[in-house]
């Protein structure tokens, strides 16, 4: 029968056989680095995978000090290992001496693609970006509802806030389906009145985060009308969702703190408001008190008549000018009117005159010119049915000839008429 060993003596055995054997030792091995943490210790632990696996790999202080180039996840690498193994956990692992940047990785060489892709379209745009409400009351959070991260965010957010109100929209943050699944939630939480959305997860490699940098979600993000919080990953952590976002906080436990406000500082603020109105309401009252006394103490209080009598003057003094006023122009009327009449009726005796003598020189013409003047001087003047006779053509044979004279009328028939001979 077989000997019955145990789970860390197996480990042991395995760990013995790969750390002895040279084919195992000093491999120079190509790949991605992912999931990369710098310990406080100085020590290094990181995923290297290509496009089909991956392996855990471990770069104790003393070789990563040695390290020149910024090291990042994403990059590609070429490092010198050992393949050893970590009996506790009975995993195989790499024991890397060196590391060399070959250039960066697929998903970082996408990311920043389409990052220049979306920046050049204005989506990163701070003209696009919405202010943060001061005391949001109603926050939306986007997460995976197993995710520490939603802890985290409810527990910083009441102990800053209580009177907030948390609302989880639960979706997938990584893996299949996530990119679907992170659309439908901001879609649903947009129009129910949120103050603010907080949307991410905690950290993780930048496969974990990938969702994070996918262009749907980020076009979406867009168009939100809701303030957005990107809070995906940690510190070092950046997606294209931080970029789209109204807000980047670090952690989701930093987006909790940002879009609260601390009890703690709005209790010292409404205190000190109270302090300086009261301190305000005060001063103002005891200013109000000592007009209050100055005016009680006033001559125009203590005297009020004087004030009277000082208008009562002004008023009469104002209705004796008035008078004296009304007393003048009746006065001048008078005057002018009386003017105007001695005008009027010197002007109409003038014009009276006038007409009167241009009368006497005109009759004294016609007179002149009368043909009565001329029968006064013996003359008479001749007449056929009140027609004056002046020529014998106009006397025949027969007509009745009257002869106007000084003092009456001749009548006569005409027997005979002789034409003056002016030759």
């Known amino acids: 029968m077989n000997e019955v060993i145990t789970v860390s003596r197996i480990n042991n055995l395995i760990k013995a056989m790969l750390e002895s054997d040279y084919a195992l030792k000093n491999l120079q091995i190509s790949g991605e680095v992912s999931n990369l943490t710098k310990h406080s210790t100085g020590h290094w632990y990181f995923t290297l995978k290509d496009d089909k696996s991956q392996i855990s790999a471990i770069m104790f202080a003393s070789y990563a000090s040695k390290v020149t180039a910024n090291i990042q996840d994403g990059d590609k690498v070429v490092v010198t290992a050992d393949i050893g193994v970590y009996a506790v956990s009975g995993r195989y692992q790499l024991m890397v001496r060196k590391i060399e940047p070959v250039g960066q990785g697929a998903l970082f060489v996408e990311f920043e693609k389409l990052k220049a892709k979306l920046s050049a379209e204005g989506l990163f745009d701070p003209t696009h970006k919405v202010a943060i409400p001061k005391y949001c009351t109603n926050i939306c959070v986007i997460t995976a509802p197993n995710m520490a991260a939603i802890q985290d965010v409810i527990t910083t957010a009441k102990r800053r806030w209580p009177i907030v109100k948390l609302t989880?929209?639960?979706?997938?943050?990584?893996?299949?389906?996530?990119?679907?699944?992170?659309?439908?939630?901001?879609?649903?939480?947009?129009?129910?009145?949120?103050?603010?959305?907080?949307?991410?997860?905690?950290?993780?490699?930048?496969?974990?985060?990938?969702?994070?940098?996918?262009?749907?979600?980020?076009?979406?993000?867009?168009?939100?009308?809701?303030?957005?919080?990107?809070?995906v990953g940690h510190d070092i952590d950046y997606t294209i969702s931080d970029f789209v976002a109204d807000v980047r906080a670090a952690t989701p436990t930093a987006a909790a703190e940002l879009v609260t406000p601390n009890k703690i500082d709005v209790i010292q603020q409404l205190q000190n408001y109270e302090s300086r109105i009261t301190t305000a309401f005060f001063t103002q009252l005891n200013e109000d008190k000592a007009l209050l006394e100055h005016y009680k103490t006033s001559h125009v209080l203590t005297s009020p008549e004087e004030l009277y009598a000082a208008k009562q003057m002004a008023l009469d003094l104002y209705k004796e000018k008035i008078l004296n006023s009304q007393t003048s122009l009746c006065n001048n009327l008078k005057h002018n009117l009386e003017q105007t009449m001695i005008n009027l009726r010197n002007g109409l005796i003038n014009n009276i005159n006038t007409k009167k003598s241009k009368f006497e020189v005109n009759k004294s013409k016609i007179e002149a010119l009368s043909p009565l003047n001329v029968l006064d001087r013996g003359y008479g003047i001749a007449t056929i049915d009140g027609k004056v006779v002046d020529s014998i053509a106009k006397v025949k044979i027969d007509d009745t000839l009257v002869y106007q004279v000084k003092d009456g009328y001749i009548t006569n028939k005409v027997i005979k008429k002789e034409a003056k001979n002016h030759e």
């Open 168 to 231: 989880l929209i639960p979706a997938l943050v990584q893996g299949k389906g996530s990119k679907e699944s992170l659309i439908a939630a901001l879609r649903a939480a947009d129009p129910l009145g949120f103050d603010v959305i907080i949307f991410g997860r905690g950290g993780g490699s930048i496969e974990d985060l990938w969702s994070f940098n996918e262009e749907e979600v980020a076009r979406q993000l867009y168009m939100m009308k809701t303030p957005i919080v990107s809070a």
